[in-house]
């Protein structure tokens, strides 16, 4: 099988191969996701990248800007960008393609903590323009888009890898790709950067109430666990879903993915010990708070059903994803 050279791989002659590396991840993140330290961070979402964000959104159009920048020693030119477009329902992902408006420079010295090139990069399209697998269903109306997936490469040098490989072709089909394992995509590989259609956090909270600005999927890790009963974690309200089973068979762990939707609007969250349910609205139950990083991630510290009722016996984090 012939294997295509990456930049900075010695060719059969002696020499090097140089070109453009591309990335769309923060440095903070590209170092997570290369020392694995992204598989089990509950800090942040990672369905909110800070390379990319929503600039403008009509019931009929999107803008974004993402932030582009190339880790190697050629400049990059025309370099591929796809978009990965989800809607509210499951069948609701369409694609985007463009090119980049101009060419991203290289970084000036290669090394550890030399800053790349960069190039922001503006795009803006309507519902009209959108591509669609077979099986999927139209995004008609902007504001039930949830999540948007960007894609970057240069070919031949830069390529995809195939988590944003899967990502795309998934989508190309009707498909929603939750990552291998669903561990999301963008823990996973620099070559990715999600957004969300609004400006601030997922989450609110007064006092114990909680409410979900904008309809997506959960991403929990379980950050301490009582060594008595076990429980069960999910949605009470506006209907009963389990979210996550047996917690302390799970033991401190996480992510645990859960692909039932949770619903824009006010939500509550319960854990259920031996037929025994108990709301998060009730601040007897749990204290409810916000990650203190942004409002994407919520930490719900539960007591149990047993006599002593102290906080602390199992404490789960939802990231929004």
């Known amino acids: 099988m012939r294997h295509t050279l990456r930049p900075g791989e010695n060719r059969n002659d002696g020499g090097v191969l140089h070109g453009p590396i591309l ?27 800070l390379t990319f964000e929503v600039t403008s959104l009509t019931t009929s159009s999107l803008g974004l800007a993402l932030s582009i920048s190339n880790l190697g020693d050629a400049p990059s030119v ?45 795009i803006s399209f309507g519902l009209d323009e959108l591509l669609y697998g077979a099986g999927a269903s139209k995004i008609v109306d902007a504001s039930t888009i949830t999540h948007v997936f960007a ?37 996973l590989s620099h070559k990715i950067a999600c957004t969300l259609p609004i400006p601030k956090g997922a989450f609110s909270v007064v006092g114990n109430q909680v409410n979900h600005a904008i309809a ?38 996480g992510p645990h993915f859960s692909s ?21 609205s009730d ?4 204290d409810v708070s916000i990650a203190p990083s942004n409002g994407d991630c919520l ?13 602390g016996d199992f404490v789960v984090t939802v990231c929004h994803r």
């Open 23 to 49: 990335s769309i991840v923060d440095p903070a993140r590209q170092w997570l996701i290369r020392s694995g330290g992204s598989l089990t961070d509950h800090s942040i979402s990672w369905s909110r990248s």
């Open 78 to 122: 025309n370099a591929s960008i796809t978009l990965v477009i989800w809607g509210v329902e499951e069948r609701q992902v369409a694609t985007f393609r463009s090119v980049t408006s101009s060419p991203i420079p290289p970084a000036q010295v290669t090394g550890p903590g030399i800053p790349a090139g960069n190039l922001l990069e503006n």
């Open 151 to 187: 894609v970057v490469h240069d070919a031949p040098l830069d390529m995809p890898d195939k988590i944003s490989t899967d990502l795309v072709q998934r989508a190309r089909k009707g498909e929603k790709y939750f990552g291998p394992g669903n561990v999301h995509p963008c823990r």
């Open 216 to 253: 997506g999927y959960s991403d929990i890790f379980i950050t301490q666990v009582d060594a008595g009963l076990s429980a069960h974690f999910g949605i009470l309200s506006p209907v009963k879903v389990l979210l996550l089973g047996d917690l302390k068979g799970k033991g401190v762990s």
């Open 260 to 280: 039932n939707l949770l619903v824009a609007g006010d939500l509550q969250f319960y854990l259920e010990q031996q037929g025994q349910v108990l709301s998060s």
């Open 283 to 286: 601040q007897n139950n749990a």
């Open 299 to 311: 930490m719900v510290n539960w007591s149990d059903t047993g006599g002593d009722r102290d906080k």
